[in-house]
């Protein structure tokens, strides 16, 4: 059951083209991750992919779907089994950190329940489950605005968690963050894809990172896909081409 | 190539053409709209002056025509000095400015303010004793001395006068204790107190029981009742001799004053209540971030923001009048007005709250598969609900002041007492009426000020 992405193209209303006919197929459980200059079109290839943003043309075929065929009702019913996490974790800063987690199952909780902030015992044990798995069950009843950074990027995956999702698309998961925290943080994403079996797509900055933790790279420059195989076989002029010519590789 | 096109001198007679031929359409237009502007003023206002006005400015800016085309750099202030002083000087004399007039007319003011160093607030329970002296008015025989004797012995200079006499009335055995006041009574029963300039007269009995005092006979023939010609007509002069019997308690105008206030705050909360339940749905449907998705949302959210900016533009003065008419007279019609406009008003300031929240919640929970109505629960209202309060309390804070205005036009609360009062020029209860509303205002600015530090 791959994930199929079929010359997909995106034009924003401005006439920016950030992505121009990128085609692969993602394979269950593998660890793609997406490289690229900052505007390459990573963000947008992700979003393209649950169609938070509207793809211009192409497809995105996923477990035999056509997602960017979907109606809104299936569509969520889609989105529901993809989890994501983003680069400024996206939580609701005044809620509490079990609420946030919470938010992740609205897609699968009675919807009119969930409006008056009912949610059943058994999801918040899963909720208390899910914070377990990233170390924050003790923080459970703390704003999420009063945690840290890596804390917020824990309870990002958490929310993701609660989904059960046989994706997960991670959006520079790490940017934010101090360097020796990325390590953390992309440790539970390989967890999840290791022990779980969830295929991630995930936006990354740093080759070492790549190099560390990901089976398959996909390399975007200009909305165009420039390089598809293993981190170990990018060298010298692979790099260049990804990030250009004047581009120095630092570190691993 | 510039100079090739180069329009015609002789085209600065006109200088807006001139403008126009270089090119500068803005300026072409602003030349026509205040070139209009005037000669409308003139033929309105008839000023020759103003006629004077108009050709310095078509000369000025006509200078500047010729300066621009002679490729030197353009001087306009000159003829925009002159519009704005044809502008300005029309302005002045509508506006019928008087700079004198506020202390030419300052007696017109100034019982108001002795009434504020004494507003009517405490009351002693007093009783008093009344001395009744029959004065004749007009005079139709020889004025003479009159005595009166109770307990007390007090003689009147003359037995008959013409309002504007001179009178003395002086007296004998009068304890020290209580206060006097002197009173007049007309025929018909209007009773209005002794006034020596301006204030209350009240004659100090010395140590041997006496008192002496001069009075003005006051302006108390009633209208309609007038005596005929060669006939008089029996007034009196009163004299109270008041003690007071207790300690001081809340005048009634206090008392009605603190009563009035608590209806006009109650009226301000429940239109400021009703309006943020209404208008917080409603800025949703006006916001740009959560209506941008389809033609039809689109076409909603201006129409909704088209809606709250009608509304908005209208003064709740107008809603009041206009709810008087409907609802009839009353608080219901003073809260009807403040709601109307408050919704408009928290509307509009709500959609613009909603329109700065972080979007990234919202892409995180449509990402989870969330469906509309949960995304907005979730990640808009959490967001959104503390600028809420703190809008609907500075909301309230403003609905308490207009809240007084609307009382006016008979919209209920202080509003409407105060204007009876400063109708009945009743100076010390208008004092207590703007006391109190001052006190309520500030007290409640400063809890919003609070309320709203805190939240945010």
Do not use: C, Q
């Given at each position: 059951m791959p994930l199929i992405v079929d010359r997909l193209t995106k034009i924003y209303p401005d006439g920016t083209r950030a992505l121009h006919e990128v085609s692969f197929t993602v394979e269950d459980g593998e660890f793609v991750a997406i490289i690229g200059l900052s505007g390459a079109g990573k963000s947008t290839l992700l979003r393209c992919i649950n169609r938070l943003i509207e793809p211009t043309s192409g497809r995105v075929i996923w477990n035999g779907i056509d997602i960017t065929a979907a109606s809104p009702r299936e569509l969520r019913k889609i989105r529901r089994q993809i989890g994501m996490i983003f680069q400024q974790f996206n939580l609701v800063k005044r809620a509490t950190v079990l609420t946030n987690v919470l938010t992740g199952r609205l897609g699968y909780v009675n919807p009119w329940l969930s409006l008056l902030g009912y949610f059943p015992p058994s999801e918040v044990q899963r909720a208390m489950r899910a914070l377990e798995r990233v170390g924050l069950a003790d923080l459970a009843d703390k704003r999420a605005d009063e945690l840290s950074g890596g804390q917020q990027q824990r309870v990002g995956i958490a929310r993701a968690l609660m989904q059960e999702p046989r994706l997960l698309l991670a959006d520079e998961p790490v940017a934010s963050l101090d360097p020796v925290l990325a390590h953390s943080i992309l440790r539970y994403i390989e967890e999840l894809n290791r022990k779980d079996g969830v295929t991630v797509l995930c936006s990354l900055h740093f080759l070492d990172l790549v190099h560390r933790y990901a089976t398959r790279v996909i390399g975007l420059k200009d909305g165009i896909k420039v390089f598809d195989g293993r981190p170990d076989e990018i060298d010298d002029r692979r790099f260049k081409e990804i990030y250009g010519q004047e581009a120095e590789r630092i570190g691993g | 190539m510039a100079a090739e096109r180069r329009p015609p001198r002789g085209s600065t007679i006109v200088p807006g053409l001139a403008y126009s031929a270089l090119g500068l359409r803005t300026l072409t237009v602003i030349w026509l709209?205040?070139?209009?502007?005037?000669?409308?003023?003139?033929?309105?206002?008839?000023?020759?002056?103003?006629?004077?006005?108009?050709?310095?400015?078509?000369?000025?800016?006509?200078?500047?025509?010729?300066?621009?085309?002679?490729?030197?750099?353009?001087?306009?202030?000159?003829?925009?000095?002159?519009?704005?002083?044809?502008?300005?000087?029309?302005?002045?004399?509508?506006?019928?400015?008087?700079?004198?007039a506020p202390f030419e007319r300052f007696d017109k003011m100034r019982p108001y303010l002795i009434a504020l160093t004494q507003p009517d607030l405490l009351t002693y329970p007093t009783e008093r004793q009344v001395l009744r002296i029959p004065v004749e008015v007009p005079c139709i025989h020889a004025p003479s001395p009159k005595e009166v004797r109770g307990e007390a012995r007090v003689w009147l200079s003359a037995d008959c006068a013409q309002p504007g006499d001179l009178l003395t009335l002086h007296g004998e055995g009068f304890p020290t204790g209580p206060s006097l006041e002197l009173w007049w009574v007309n025929p018909i029963g209007e009773r209005q107190r002794i006034l020596q300039e301006g204030r209350p007269l009240s004659p100090q009995v010395d140590t041997m029981g006496r008192f002496q005092t001069t009075f003005i006979a006051p302006r108390a023939v009633p209208l309609g009742f007038e005596p005929p010609p060669g006939q008089s007509q029996t007034h009196f002069l009163e004299l109270h001799i008041v003690r007071v019997i207790g300690g001081p308690r809340p005048s009634e105008a206090l008392l009605e004053v603190a009563e009035k206030m608590g209806e006009t705050v109650a009226i301000?909360?429940?239109?400021?209540?009703?309006?943020?339940?209404?208008?917080?749905?409603?800025?949703?449907?006006?916001?740009?971030?959560?209506?941008?998705?389809?033609?039809?949302?689109?076409?909603?959210?201006?129409?909704?923001?088209?809606?709250?900016?009608?509304?908005?533009?209208?003064?709740?003065?107008?809603?009041?009048?206009?709810?008087?008419?409907?609802?009839?007279?009353?608080?219901?019609?003073?809260?009807?007005?403040?709601?109307?406009?408050?919704?408009?008003?928290?509307?509009?300031?709500?959609?613009?709250?909603?329109?700065?929240?972080?979007?990234?919640?919202?892409?995180?929970?449509?990402?989870?598969?969330?469906?509309?109505l949960q995304v907005i629960r979730y990640a808009v209202v959490p967001q959104v609900v503390p600028e809420f309060v703190s809008f609907a309390v500075y909301r309230w804070d403003i609905n308490v002041r207009m809240s007084t205005i609307i009382g006016f036009v008979g919209g209920g609360g202080i509003g409407f007492r105060l204007s009876e009062w400063i109708r009945l020029s009743a100076y010390r209860q208008v004092a207590t009426a703007v006391i109190g509303i001052a006190l309520v205002v500030m007290a409640l600015d400063y809890v919003s000020a609070q309320v709203r530090r805190r939240i945010v």
């Open positions: - | 709209t205040v070139s209009l502007t005037l000669v409308g003023l003139a033929l309105w206002r008839g000023h020759l002056w103003l006629w004077v006005a108009v050709g310095l400015w078509w000369i000025g800016t006509g200078y500047d025509a010729w300066r621009r085309l002679e490729g030197r750099r353009p001087r306009l202030w000159p003829a925009v000095l002159i519009a704005l002083a044809a502008i300005y000087g029309v302005g002045w004399e509508v506006t019928e400015i008087h700079p004198l301000a909360l429940l239109a400021t209540t009703f309006a943020v339940l209404i208008a917080a749905p409603l800025s949703f449907l006006a916001a740009r971030n959560l209506m941008g998705g389809s033609p039809l949302t689109r076409l909603i959210y201006y129409a909704m923001r088209g809606f709250l900016n009608i509304v908005r533009s209208v003064e709740p003065l107008i809603f009041g009048i206009v709810f008087v008419v409907w609802v009839g007279l009353g608080s219901f019609a003073g809260m009807l007005a403040l709601m109307v406009h408050s919704i408009a008003a928290l509307g509009k300031l709500f959609s613009e709250v909603v329109e700065h929240i972080d979007p990234g919640p919202v892409e995180a929970l449509t990402a989870t598969g969330a469906n509309r």
